[in-house]
């Protein structure tokens, strides 16, 4: 059974850093293509980042620069560090995994940006 789990958001100043991680269990992160997402109220569900089982990464236009996705293969963890975070990068973060075609996903953990 897959389970994702988030931690590290909080309340930041615009400005400010702060790094997600997502521990998972129940699926070896570095043979699967692992993934951030961002909903903030009101809005879709939109991706941030993801990273292959290559170890490719990819970034949403409006976090290049800012956001970095990294994996630590031997704690089964991912991690999503923002850097330079503006009041619109306020939204609940999830952490995503595919297999099998499907995406499973963690609990989410809140960022909010101040002004």
């Known amino acids: 059974q897959v389970q994702l789990v988030e931690s590290g958001g909080g309340l930041v100043q615009a400005g400010g850093s702060l790094r997600l991680s997502c521990a998972a269990s129940g699926v070896i992160v570095s043979i699967n293509t692992m993934a951030w997402y961002r909903q903030a109220p009101g809005k879709q569900r939109d991706l941030v980042a993801h990273i292959t089982s290559g170890g490719s990464t990819s970034y949403a236009d409006s976090v290049k620069g800012r956001f970095t996705m990294a994996r630590d293969n031997a704690k089964n963890t991912v991690y999503l560090q923002m850097n330079s975070l503006k009041p619109e990068d306020t939204a609940v973060y999830y952490c995503?995994?595919?297999?099998?075609?499907?995406?499973?996903w963690g609990q989410g953990t809140q960022v909010t940006v101040s002004s």
């Open positions: 995503a995994v595919l297999t099998s075609f499907k995406w499973s």
